[in-house]
């Protein structure tokens, strides 16, 4: 939007007269939600241009993956996006299953649905609530973070962790639904969407906030392909492409809900399309609850990958056998080479995992969606203000974990 | 509608336009997956994105995986591009030696090549000719090798408590 005639009010002079100074935003500044750092060029208020500096939590994820057994990855998928580790948990784990070749039984794929959904809609709470305090508006965030706090401990009753879950097994869960879950869950979901609709009253139809966030940080649906994009950002830029509707993993196939799109590719409309994934999101987790299927937790038909019950390895020699295979990393899998991907808090999430047949992936790349779209963020905020850059990167949900790998 | 796009008649299109170019096919868990010599990465995908029939526009993963005894083609590099309006995904794959793991940038086909290709050099030490800047990203500059590449060890090579042969490697 950098020269439009309605914009051209903000700048008092539109000419570059000279004085061009060099600020640094981050690496480390409250205003980044991480470590980014980006030098801008600026004149005045208004960007000319920006280096982006990524890298600083690198934690070669790649390289420990080859060194690890199987089971013992899905830690290191927890530090990508930590704002929905579940999803990225389970994407792992979906991969292997893809690998190895394993159905998992109905029950399963509900139950992760539920949690996937769970993860998603406190990753975009986060995202969201975090723009409105970009632009001024603390309120929202601190009852939002209330609420994401009940997801928290709805994944502590399935797991026992709250923000590096590790959750699940290759195979299926550790362990059923406990009766304290269903509980808080159907608390959640009645109170939630009351509480819910409050934010969204709060900032949707605000003026301030319309004013704030319309025409910030814009990108086309061309260039944002173009980029790389995936998820919320490439949503709101107006492509409808969405992994759970296009390649259907977990069952995802059995609900009903929308993708919303947007048209601008702003940040109002990143806002807008993640505000209305969390419905989505809560739609789905209610037609998977409604009809959570009977069966068992996790697929009895793997026990060289699914852990034993542990009273079962302390007196069972064959449980015992298979518990030491396991955590020994002695099980053999298949020779192949399989890319699967999930639908993750910011886009499409996927596994490149090539596989010699030994204990550990001979190659095993992750797709970070935002370590992809990052890149476009120069591009986004030329012309625009400071402020404005401040925006649009917390609205394009850019996570220093899955960035910098 | 248009009738379903498969495997089958990508690659059908692909053999058609490309020829001896595609040297091999498989299809590892229903992913089509093409083997073509470097030289030739550009054209197709350059072709592949303004192909009316394919409309392979947009790339999804670039990366590499290398194999110490491949002598002569020790580095791989993969592409993975997917067609949002057939779904259909197509993996093209090409091998460069490692004295000189040289091949041509598509960031002018994909912006969104850049840091990929970047991240790529940086770990594999691939040259991706025609970048605009390419330079290690998510290491530190000063570093003298590339860390993904098989003959570095995450571990301290010289410890013997850890002997690889005890855990089936």
Known sequence: MSDTPENKSLFADETIDGQIATLNLGPTHPATHGIFQNVLTVDGEKILGSVQTVGYIHRAFEKLAERRPYNQITPITDRLNYCSSPINNMGWEMTMEKLIGIEVPKRVNYMRVIIMELARIADHLVCNSVIGVDTGALTGFTYMFQEREKIYELYEEVCGARLTTNMGRIGGFERDFSPTFHKKLQVFLKEFPKRFQEFDDLLLRNRIFMDRTIGTGPISAERAMDYGFTGPNLRAAGVDYDVRAMNPYASYEDFDFIIPVGTQGDTYDRFCVRQEEIRQSLRIIEQAYKNLPEGKHFSPDVPEFYLPRKEDVYTKMEALIYHFKIVMGETPVPVGEV?????????????????????????????????????????????????DAVLTMSSMNVIAGELDA | MMSKLTNETVLTRLQDKFGDAILKYEEPYGFLTIEVPAEKTHNLISWLKTDEVLKMSFLTLLGAVHYPNDKGREICVNYHIHSFIH????????????????????????????????????FFGVIFEGHPNLTRILNEDSMDYFPMRKQYHLEDATREDKDDRYFGR
């Open chain 1, 339 to 387: 890319y699967h991907s999930v639908e993750g808090g910011n886009g499409e999430l996927g596994f490149h995992l090539i596989s010699d047949g030994g204990r550990t992936p001979y190659r095993l790349q992750f797709r970070r969606p935002c370590f992809i779209y990052y890149q476009a963020y120069p591009e986004m905020i030329t012309g625009q203000t400071i402020s």
């Open chain 2, 87 to 122: 779904n259909v995904r197509l993996r093209i794959r090409a091998f460069l030696p490692i004295e000189n793991p040289a091949i041509q940038s598509i960031t002018d086909i994909y912006m969104g090549a850049n840091w990929l290709e970047r991240e790529t050099y940086d």
